[in-house]
């Protein structure tokens, strides 16, 4: 499978003022040590609770923000060392579909001077040239030509993704980041978008990067399925891993946030594994695995057992654990045995 972004250790840090010590320095460790890659013409869902760090993987790809290490290579071609015109041809063939529709839009342009803006930077089309493309993208995803005209404040929320959606379409790009772009719409029209974005995929054999923390519109739209907390990825899977439920998926995080999904089923409701406090902080991250403080698996062995006694976990036969050893080590993803396209970041799970 060609592979058309590949993600290696991104890291991003955002250093804060202040401190005890003079000349310390903290940082929020937003993204640590992140990588995925995505497919051409396929989406890899980025999935998570608010803070784990989507977003910012996502602004990182494109330049949007600074990383602190780490390689992003987009057609082999490493995006944080690009420069002058290299820098240009990469913005021209990637895109982004922000979360909120009326922020993301200028109050004072036109409609068609929001769609036409990338074509000043990106081609030596005349004005008259930008108008009328701009015209037949607002025709594409569902607006009417005339609506070139109006300004951003005339549109409902659909309308107004509508027009972020053909703005992101203006220079023909191979790669689109979709930064949560139904989160902020009705369900109903949640649907219209979603089917508008795929029809889309299909006629200019885009990619997305479809970041959510819907799981239900996930697994209905994306091909694979990326989950992340605090910073890093914890499990890698196919949809059809997803769509199968909790004997589908392997972290205890993914289970966690699929007990979460409201349920009609009474049974259902009451087989909820809701996960005790809030995510750690970024600033101070706990050692070892991230997920430990929370993690039901690793609290039903620690509560059973003596401190640093071994156990054996019956999983499809992995060897003996050390119960603390969720505390010390930093697991890395590894492939599920068994599983292709599955990987985990899970020292109780077997790899």
């Known amino acids: 499978t060609d592979t058309i972004l590949q993600i290696t250790g991104l890291k991003v840090y955002f250093p804060l003022r202040g401190g005890l010590l003079p000349g310390a320095r903290r940082y929020v460790k937003a993204v640590d040590g992140v990588d995925l890659a995505v497919q051409r013409g396929k989406t890899l869902g980025l999935v ?65 001077g929001i769609v036409a803006e990338p074509l000043r930077a990106h081609s030596d089309m005349t004005a008259r040239q930008r108008r009328a493309h701009a015209e037949a993208l607002l025709e594409r995803v569902g607006l009417a030509r005339q609506y070139a005209s109006r300004y951003p404040h005339e549109f409902s929320g659909g309308q107004r993704q509508r027009i972020g959606i053909a703005r992101a379409l203006a220079c023909r790009p191979e790669l689109i980041v979709c930064d949560e772009p139904v989160s902020a719409l009705d369900v109903s029209i949640q649907a219209q978008i979603l089917n508008l974005l795929s029809d ?71 087989a909820r594994t809701p996960l005790p406090g809030e995510m750690p902080s970024p600033v101070h991250p706990p050692s070892g695995c991230l997920f430990h403080t929370r993690c039901p698996l690793t609290r039903q062995l620690a509560s059973s057992l003596p401190a640093g006694q071994t156990v054996p976990i019956l999983s499809e036969g992995s060897p003996v654990r050390i119960v603390g050893r969720c505390a010390r080590e930093c697991p890395a993803l590894s492939p599920a045995p068994g599983r292709p396209g599955h990987a985990h970041a899970c020292l109780l799970r077997p790899s």
């Open 200 to 270: 889309l995929q299909q006629e200019f054999h885009l990619t997305y990067l479809f970041i959510a923390h819907n799981l239900a519109v996930v697994e209905h739209f994306a091909d694979d399925v990326a989950v992340m907390y605090l910073g890093r990825v914890m499990e890698v899977m196919p949809r059809s891993a997803l769509a199968a439920g909790a004997s589908g998926v392997l972290h205890p995080y993914t289970q966690s946030l699929l007990s979460a999904v409201p349920r009609l089923d009474a049974a259902d409701r009451s």
């Open 48 to 112: 998570g609770e608010s803070g784990s760090g989507k977003t910012t993987v996502g602004r990182a790809i494109l330049r949007l923000l600074p990383a602190r290490q780490g390689k992003v290579l987009f057609d082999g071609q490493d995006v944080l060392a690009m420069k002058g015109q290299a820098l240009k041809d990469f913005r021209r063939k990637t895109a982004m579909i922000f979360q909120d529709p009326a922020g993301s839009l200028n109050p004072r342009m036109t409609v068609g």
